[in-house]
């Protein structure tokens, strides 16, 4: 609107980019809030850069004409100082603590240094085939691909914007851009129903609906003049309604449960996108009540850091998790350790805030230089000041290329497994029967030829020590394997004929058991046979409820025994990589020892059975019906 002296500062975009940032906090630092779609908030921060970018473009500028060398280096130039200074401290203060702590945070840190760098994070992370909604090892700096995508959009919009402006009439450039908004909408619905979640969320292509609605909305809005009747009373109200119906569309999309579908990519980022050009509308409406409301001292700090507090937040609460229990958020985050990665978030975004955006904003990054080498050269105290910050900023780098050079290329649950899977592969085909595993006493236990074992990725960790526990083992297990895949396997090995007389299953790790799928694995085992079931060890908020199932349905069954690692290991996490889940080499002997104590107890009930059935009047033993 033309009534607005800088576009640049257009009321309540400040407490709509609080709104954002809060939002995107509470879904990372507080998982258990109701707000389980609270990345929205980045859909909100992609429709205000669209709108206030294309605004900024379309005004006039003494930098020369849109399109110009002179106007594009000025405007990237601006950009710079904006962004550069505090993503290149957050980069290197992390970076370099990470390097200090050490450990499976580092994994990866080359490829998001890089993709940090050069505006890529986003494609690099999808051709590693990083998943953003998998509870996977720690990476550091995985909330940067949005930023990835925002400059590239500042990259690439002002040489295409001189382009669209070529076409006729101001309603067919509004027209263009929302039908490329709509196919990117339709291809992250593709993608998605793909089965590529990552692939829709991160890609610049499939996730461009927002910054396109943002930059429909300004060329909707830019040159529209400003009539008396817009400031009249009622005018005011009905903008204050519009406002708090986008901010209610956006808060609606963020307590929407996130589904691995339509319905949320692209239809609840939709929804916050706009809600956020609705609310943008009324908060520059002239005389806006809401863009005043908007504007308030708090949600005016907040917004103004939001950039800082963004990029600190998922960094500092990594770290803040690797430190003090060793694997990161993916094993849920306690709400203490939320609120102080908060406090930290806040306070380094502040000091980044008020000392290397502002000043560097404000001079320029020659300016900035210059000031600093008269400061080594001025007065004492100026002198030990600008050696202060040369010191730090050279102990950063150097941290920051020490993560990247010391990083291992796995995490240590990778490797743990790999080796699982290697001696699974590598273990002979046809081997010759061994003797049954005896302890100095009367129990025997199967021997190895006589078990089949289906598991997940904890149980591939511990391949190889069951494989040496128990020669001639049958073990078959995969990495994400859930309980759900357990009957079709047995179903397929026993129509095969390579069902053995004692089954070990450990599915418990991936997700919630339910009693209906352990009934159908016990029936396909059958009567003749026993089955082992290893109950879960990990950092996830459904292992407790597994563990209470499987000790619910294997109390006082015949034929079914539970092997207890999570007691086992409990006692001894140490052994653990850290993840907190899969066994190493001395963890993966505790799993054996685990499963073999499980046919100990099955040994040990079944010579107490003979006993009281020869001590029996009738030298019969009741009849006892196998459980449906």
């Not at 240094?113 to 690099?124: E, R």
């Not at 509004?174 to 196919?183: F, M, N, P, S, T």
């Not at 339509?262 to 916050?272: E, K, N, W």
């Not at 029936?523 to 082992?532: P, Y």
Request: net charge neutral; charged share 20%.
């Amino acid at each position: 609107m033309t009534s607005q002296k800088s576009p640049a500062r257009f009321a309540g975009l400040d407490g709509l980019r609080a709104l954002a940032v809060v939002l995107v906090l509470v879904y990372h630092l507080f998982p258990g809030s109701p707000l389980h779609g609270g990345f929205v908030g980045v859909d909100v921060f992609f429709v205000i850069s669209g709108f206030l970018i294309t605004s900024l473009l379309l005004r006039p500028s003494r930098a020369g004409a849109l399109g110009s060398r002179r106007r594009l280096v000025d405007f990237w130039r601006r950009r710079a100082r904006r962004l550069l200074p505090a993503l290149a401290v957050v980069v290197t203060v992390c970076a370099t603590a990470a390097w200090v702590i050490g450990g499976d945070v580092l994994v990866g840190m080359g490829r998001q240094v890089l993709g940090s760098a050069t505006f890529s994070y986003n494609w690099l992370a999808i051709a590693d085939g990083s998943d953003y909604f998998a509870a996977t090892a720690p990476e550091l700096f995985r909330n940067f691909w949005s930023l990835a995508v925002e400059e590239q959009f500042y990259l690439v919009w002002p040489l295409l914007l001189p382009l669209i402006l070529l076409i006729p009439g101001r309603w067919s450039r509004i027209a263009l851009v929302l039908l490329l908004g709509a196919g990117s909408a339709v291809w992250m619905a593709a993608l998605a129903a793909g089965g590529d979640v990552t692939r829709a969320y991160f890609g610049t292509d499939s996730h461009a609906f927002g910054i396109l609605l943002g930059i429909a909305l300004a060329f909707v809005m830019t040159g529209v003049p400003d009539r008396p009747w817009k400031r009249t009373r009622k005018a005011r109200a009905g903008s204050l309604l519009v406002g708090l119906a986008g901010v209610g569309l956006i808060v609606l999309a963020a307590l929407r449960p996130e589904t691995p579908d339509a319905a949320t990519f692209p239809g609840a980022l939709l929804t916050a996108s706009a809600g956020s050009a609705l609310a943008i509308v009324a908060g520059i409406w002239p005389g806006s009540w809401f863009g005043r409301g908007m504007d308030a001292a708090p949600l005016k700090w907040i917004g103004d850091r939001s950039y800082g507090i963004y990029l600190w937040h998922w960094p500092v609460l990594v770290l803040v998790l690797v430190a003090t229990r060793g694997f990161g958020p993916e094993g849920g985050v306690p709400p203490l350790a939320g609120a102080a990665a908060l406090v930290i978030s806040l306070i380094a975004a502040e000091l980044s805030y008020r000392y290397v955006e502002q000043p560097l904003r404000r001079h320029g990054f020659r300016r900035s230089f210059r000031i600093l080498r008269r400061r080594m050269a001025g007065t004492p105290r100026a002198r030990m000041t600008g050696l202060v910050a040369v010191t730090i900023a050279a102990v950063m780098l150097a941290g920051t290329a020490a993560s990247i050079v010391t990083a291992p290329r796995v995490t240590s649950a990778a490797a743990a497994i790999d080796r699982g899977a290697q001696a699974v592969e590598e273990a002979p085909v046809d081997e010759e029967p061994s003797p049954a595993a005896e302890d100095p006493g009367p129990i025997t236990v199967p021997a190895g030829e006589q078990i089949t074992a289906i598991g997940d990725s904890v149980m591939l960790a511990s391949a190889p020590s069951l494989m040496e526990r128990f020669p001639g083992i049958a073990v078959d297990a995969e990495v994400s394997r859930s309980v759900w895949a357990g009957p079709e396997i047995l179903r397929a090995m026993a129509d095969r004929g390579e069902l053995r007389e004692n089954v070990v299953v450990a599915l418990g790790t991936n997700g919630p058991v339910e009693r209906s799928v352990l009934q159908d694995m016990a029936r396909i085992i059958g009567r003749e046979r026993t089955l082992v079931l290893v109950n879960a060890h990990a950092p996830r908020d459904w292992i407790p409820g597994v563990n209470a199932e499987l000790d619910s349905f294997g109390r006082g069954r015949p034929g079914v025994w539970i092997a207890d690692w999570d007691a086992a290991i409990g006692a001894q996490e140490s052994l653990l990589a850290d993840d907190g889940i899969h066994p190493g080499t001395a963890g993966g002997d505790v799993f054996a020892e685990t499963v073999h104590g499980a046919f100990e107890a099955m040994e040990r009930e079944r010579i107490r059975a003979e006993e009281r059935l020869e001590l029996a009047p009738s030298g019969r033993a009741p009849r006892v019906p196998f459980p449906e």
